[in-house]
């Protein structure tokens, strides 16, 4: 059961058997929320689940690097939210952990493994994201329909749930950039492949041509890439898509819009693996030997 100290009654907390705080809930109305490092004798270490969730008026989070674990929804809904300062302590972002809100700019400090699901999910005023250096785990739908402009993954990323749209819906990404000592995925000129390029990944949805003026609306598949990831091209200013002989598989990888889109075409070699997709999905073929 929660209770209050007297030294801070902005908070309902919980004691933890180790005799360190949980904050329950915040008592306050303050715009700006600083969560203490200590409570009284007590250290702050912890945040529960639902801590502020759909709470109004609070624009800023800061908390202290003593915090070690959040629970999920935290600051779900919170929609005038517009920056957290995350604690240095923490290893995991929980599950829908500022979803809805309108953070413009996250850092990730190096001591996360992990970004839940849904965590930064329609956090559509998003548009930087630095994530540190411990990052292993991007989950589901972590930061769908944001408005990141790049994303850098460090050297330790192994698990990208990228077939559940961890990336999807980012009409303001221009490219990816990974880290060149991570043994799992690579970037080949700002898209996102699998280390050894046989995978492609995630296509950016705003990435430039060459001129850095214009949207890129030609793209040929590498010749390294022998699969093409589900979602990988979803919501791209791709009109046409060159994909060669040599690739064997390729998942769903196109929007509605790509497949109705009468201008849009998959240029191949007849009797390809690309010339069965596009005409099993009705997207207009160009064939071409390659």
């Known amino acids: 059961m929660s209770f209050t100290l007297p030294q801070n009654p902005n908070f309902a907390v919980e004691l933890n058997p180790d005799n360190t705080l949980c904050i329950c809930e915040y008592l306050g109305g303050a715009q700006v929320m600083t969560i203490p490092e200590k409570i009284g004798k007590y250290t ?14 609070m624009i800023s989070v800061v908390m202290p690097d003593t915090i070690r674990e959040i629970g999920k929804d935290a600051f779900f809904a919170c929609q005038d939210l517009r920056s957290i300062k995350i604690s240095k302590g923490l290893e995991e972002i929980p599950e829908s952990f500022c979803q809805l809100t309108n953070v413009s700019e996250i850092n990730i400090p190096d001591s996360v493994h992990t970004i839940g699901e849904s965590a930064f999910r329609n956090c559509t005023r998003l548009n930087t994201v630095n994530l540190g250096n411990g990052v292993k785990n991007i989950g ?10 790049e994303i850098h993954l460090g050297p330790n990323v192994e698990n990208i749930e990228y077939k559940e749209g961890c990336f999807l819906m980012n009409p303001s990404l221009k490219k990816f950039m990974v880290d060149r000592d991570n043994p799992f995925f690579r970037d080949i000129n700002g898209v996102l492949f699998s280390k050894d390029g046989k995978t492609l990944i995630r296509f950016p949805e705003k990435m430039m041509d060459s001129s850095g003026k214009s949207l890129l609306t030609y793209y040929a598949v590498p010749r390294c890439t022998r699969n093409i990831a589900e979602e990988a091209f979803n919501g791209c200013s791709l009109y046409d898509i060159k ?48």
Do not use: L, Q
């Open 44 to 57: 702050v270490t912890e945040i529960a689940a639902h801590f502020c969730e759909d709470m109004d008026n």
């Open 243 to 290: 994909m060669h002989k040599n690739i064997e598989e390729i998942k769903p990888c196109v929007s509605i819009e790509f497949v109705y889109d009468e201008g849009t075409h998959i240029i191949c070699p007849k009797g390809s693996v690309a010339e069965k997709f596009a005409k099993k999905y009705n997207i207009n073929v160009k064939n071409e030997d390659s």
């Open 140 to 149: 589901r739908w972590a930061f769908i329909n944001c408005h990141i402009k």
